[in-house]
């Protein structure tokens, strides 16, 4: 029975080569992911203090239109004013 205390004969249980590199990968998205959650977050609470009638408007602040309108940095009113005038131009 081999010995495996703290010796040379203990085996080397790091990932190696393609491995190691997949493993650093793997940990560098997991990093990227949370702080993408966290932006996430941060806009979503920005837009409930500064806009809180957009999200009533559109069903999610990342869709394309969504963007648009934060884009314009338009004040609320002036965003409330565009919509008011673009349902009357639909009809």
């Known amino acids: 029975m081999p010995n495996w205390s703290r010796t040379e004969d203990t085996p080397n249980l790091q990932p190696q080569g393609v491995y190691a590199e ?22 979503h609470n920005w837009i409930d203090r500064n806009f809180p009638e957009f999200l009533k408007v559109f069903k999610k602040w990342e869709g394309k239109a969504a963007l648009q309108f934060l884009q314009l940095n338009a004040l609320p009113y ?4 565009l919509l008011i005038h673009l349902r009357k131009t639909a009809k």
């Open 22 to 43: 997949l493993r650093v990968a793997k940990k560098i998205g997991d990093l990227l992911t949370e702080d993408l959650k966290t932006v996430q977050g941060q806009m």
């Open 78 to 81: 002036e965003i409330a004013d």
